[in-house]
């Protein structure tokens, strides 16, 4: 089982529209976690830290749920310019890292 | 302010022919991160600096060495590269261990023949 996991999709929707995205993890040490976003053929850029009691930022919502080990993103009012890959990024302290293999997200006109 | 840069930005290899793969940052960041990403695959971390003079293995190690002489830059080299070694190469910079943000460099995509 790998360490973080999610589902590579592609997720494909209209515009406007609100889409999900899990990730799960498997060492419940895991003390920090985090979506990147990043598009095709470029690096990954930092969308939003996830805390213990969520956070939104704009259309954005992160999610954490310890007991069932997994974190969500909510995306509302889809973009096109939201097309891109999101990691999931789970540190589990010291220099532990672990970067999902990301969800592939395409808003259509 | 350039942030985290890289150089080269493409480069084709034979295998056995060695290079160096060069990261700088200029936002004064203790911890520098090098990662390789494979399709499919999530980043994986190949060697990592806590600080000047200091480097240390990550999960994929093997077939790489570092070296951390300035505060701004971490090299990765390859001494007798391999097909399995193509791949894009990420450096990363942060201010702290695994529980901060990384920022990220470009990229190098490398090709060994």
């Known amino acids: 089982r790998k360490e973080v996991e999610q589902d590579p999709g592609p997720f494909n929707v209209p515009e406007g529209a609100t889409v999900a995205f899990n990730c799960t993890y498997s060492n419940s040490a895991s003390q920090s976690f985090f979506w990147y976003r990043q598009d095709c053929r470029k690096e990954p850029k930092l969308l939003m830290s996830?805390?213990?009691s969520g956070n939104e930022d704009g259309r954005f919502t992160a999610q954490l749920n310890r007991a069932s080990q997994y974190i969500s993103l909510l995306i509302r009012d889809s973009k096109l310019s939201d097309s891109a890959t999101y990691l999931c990024?789970?540190?589990?302290?010291?220099?532990?890292?672990?970067f999902g293999a990301g969800t592939r997200l395409f808003v259509k006109a | 302010n350039a942030g985290v840069t890289q150089t080269p930005k493409f480069r084709v290899l034979k295998t056995g022919q060695s290079m160096t793969l060069l990261c700088a940052q200029d936002?004064?960041?203790?911890?520098m991160y090098w990662y390789r990403q494979d399709p499919g695959m999530g980043l994986r971390l190949i060697h990592y600096s806590v600080g000047e003079g200091t480097t240390a293995k990550g999960e994929v190690p093997d077939g790489y060495n570092v070296s951390r002489l300035k505060k701004q830059n971490f090299l990765l080299g390859l001494e007798s590269a391999a097909p399995s070694q193509t791949s894009v190469y990420f450096c990363?910079?942060?201010?702290?261990?695994?529980?901060?943000?990384?920022?990220f460099g470009p990229g190098t995509r490398l090709t060994v023949l």
């Open positions: 990024v789970v540190g589990t302290g010291g220099f532990k890292t672990i």
């Open positions: 936002m004064n960041h203790e911890y």
């Open positions: 990363a910079s942060s201010s702290g261990l695994a529980g901060g943000q990384q920022f």
């Open positions: 996830v805390y213990s």
